[in-house]
């Protein structure tokens, strides 16, 4: 969650039962940045490091996580218009996994040609996500939103993984619903391979075994964790 989740903020859930905690969203380059403080400056939570600083930045925040006694992953979940800053953000020591930002809906992002406006251009997305694939230290993840107008998930979800992707990580989100489209999970599920991690609205144990049920490998949870805890026990997801 962009201007929640930083190192301080992960290392703390770490200690909940999360094998794997997300860095950020951060923006990873000029244009991104100059939208990210757009997005800021009307009062909306966000990250701005300046590009300057960004790597070194993020390489603090790792370290914060990775003390010892947590055995998790760290994964860095970013935007930008070119694979490149993920590529760099990727050699950072301690990062195992960057997380292409194909999921933000902000318009200062959108109008840039990245987040969610990715869905619409399979072309484009296989060409970043190779290129990240193939040049990252890291493994790589790929972020997207389910009922994007004009994207076709199951297309998408194949395109990542021919694309080389380690995984696909699908909000569920149904418009109008306080529920996940636990439907697009299962279909991506039938037509592909690739790690599923599942998420939107998991509140609580029955509403994470729902998501399993679908076919999620795995599943991530944002707004129910956004106190810096959970009401309720993931070892028994
Ligand atoms: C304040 C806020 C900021 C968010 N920022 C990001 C982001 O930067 N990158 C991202 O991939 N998702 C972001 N999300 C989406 C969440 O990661 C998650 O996909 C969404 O909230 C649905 O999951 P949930 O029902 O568990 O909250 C954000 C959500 C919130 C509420």
Redesign the pocket.
Known sequence: ?????DGAFCRNLSVAGFDMV?L??YNADFPTIQAGHQILSRG??EFVVEEENLLSYLEDQVKLIKEPGWEGIVSI?L?AITPDPLIEISKIGGVDVV?I?A??RQKEITDLGCGQTMLRDPVLLEEFTRDVTKNSKSRVSV?I?ANVPGADEVEVAKVIEQSGADYI?I?A?KPGFNS?DYQIISSVKENTSIFLIG?????DVTSGLKMLAAGADGI???????GGSLNFDLSLI
């Open positions: 969650m962009a201007g929640i989740n997300t950020g969203g909306r939570p979940n935007r997380e930002n999921h933000c972020k939103r990580h909000d989100m996940a998420n939107n609205s998991i509140k991530s949870i944002a707004r129910a964790a956004m």
